[in-house]
């Protein structure tokens, strides 16, 4: 069982950033791969970026290649998303994710994630 409490979300302007970080609970932290993902009123949720637990293996959706970087701290069971030239199409609410998938690569498909934060609402203002 894992446990995901995201924080960092907030209001920003154009171009600004911010840092958003998740704190799992679980002894088994090391072992799944983090995503983060993200929803927009009115639109489903979208994959943004995940790590594996092999350090070093990313997954980036196109829209934010180049902006945002996942990092993870295993020892002390914390994911972050460090997020740079932020944009107004970025706002959404943000969720953390853990699955237990990702030998092959961490996967993109929310369905392949079993625990889920609540989510942290990031406004980006024009």
């Known amino acids: 069982q894992v446990q995901l409490v995201e924080s960092g979300g907030g209001l920003v302007q154009a171009g600004g950033s911010l840092r958003l970080s998740c704190a799992a609970s679980?002894?088994?932290?090391?072992?799944?791969?983090m995503g983060w993902f993200r929803q927009a009123p009115g639109k489903e949720r979208e994959f943004v970026v995940a790590?594996?637990?092999?350090?070093?293996?990313?997954n980036y959706a196109d829209s934010v290649k180049g902006r945002f970087a996942i990092s993870r701290d295993n020892a002390k069971n914390t994911v972050y998303l460090q997020m740079n030239r932020l944009k107004p199409e970025d706002t959404a609410v943000y969720y953390c994710a853990a699955s237990p998938s990702g030998a092959l690569g961490p996967p993109t498909s929310p369905a392949r994630y079993d625990y889920w934060g609540q989510g942290t609402q990031v406004t980006v203002s024009s």
């Open positions: 679980g002894r088994t932290f090391s072992s799944y791969t």
């Open positions: 790590i594996s637990w092999r350090v070093g293996s990313t």
